[in-house]
């Protein structure tokens, strides 16, 4: 299978996470003016009372809770067709917007895997990590693309010619499905941003790859996108070692 020149690789050097601290202050007089009624922890419950008729915000919902937290597809298209929008306006070609989805889609793909990881965590006494890339790729086939898409992707391949090339498809991808792209730009894979997400998921797990995506349409499915990723040579010589 034949793929286009993929871009530049962009490496994220660093993701900074903003951590906010409370100073508690006191009087420096000790008064029972200065005092606050005690308030009974309830497990679940917000560290401070909601005023009667205020709505609660996202802050507030239990992050195991996933049926009252998912996105309306609708939603979710709108506002990545208005990022890619964005992006278009300042970027000096399609390598240029291309790099730049990948980048945002790696800053999303960091925050799921985290957040996988603290629920399954939460929901199990012995949770697991996978030390091995196929089990990993099939969990990004399943439950990365679910916990993203609401769907998991189509097929997994193994390119027949070199042994470090592994390909997820995905026929209809949601981040392709409203996007009208120029003739000029025929080659433009918006799906790039997904392929920031399996790399930033893969980096996590301690497979270290490079991921790009390429347009494969069929004439049942003319949106059919590849993501393809080519390890690196640590990841292969590892899993020769688990062989042994």
Not at 26 to 45: D, Q
Not at 205 to 225: D, E, I, K, W, Y
Request: charged share 20%; net charge positive; with cysteine.
């Amino acid at each position: 299978m034949a793929y286009s020149q993929p871009h530049s690789r962009v490496s994220v050097l660093s993701t900074s996470s903003h951590s906010s601290s409370v100073e508690h202050l006191s009087p420096t007089a000790s008064t029972t003016r200065f005092s606050l009624p005690s308030i009974p922890a309830t497990p679940g419950a917000p560290a401070y009372p909601r005023p009667a008729g205020v709505r609660p915000n996202i802050y507030d919902r239990n992050l195991n809770k996933t049926r009252i937290t998912e996105v309306s597809g609708a939603a979710f298209t709108f506002l990545f067709s208005e990022v890619v929008q964005y992006t278009q306006k300042r970027v000096s070609g399609i390598n240029d917007l291309e790099r730049r989805l990948n980048t945002l889609g790696y800053r999303i793909g960091a925050r799921v895997l985290e957040l996988m990881a603290w629920r399954a965590e939460a929901a199990s006494k012995a949770p697991k990590r996978e030390i091995r890339f196929l089990p990993a790729l099939m969990s990004i086939h399943t439950q990365v693309w679910r916990a993203v898409f609401g769907k998991p992707a189509d097929a997994i391949e193994k390119s027949v010619e070199n042994a470090d090339e592994y390909m997820i498809i995905d026929n209809d991808p949601l981040v392709e499905r409203y996007i009208s792209v120029p003739k000029d730009m025929s080659t433009l894979s918006c799906s790039s941003f997904t392929a920031g997400i399996v790399e930033a998921v893969l980096d996590g797990l301690g497979f270290p790859a490079r991921v790009t995506a390429h347009n494969t349409p069929m004439a049942q499915f003319p949106s059919r996108t590849t993501i393809l990723i080519k390890l690196e040579k640590s990841v292969l010589e590892r899993e020769e070692v688990f062989k042994g």
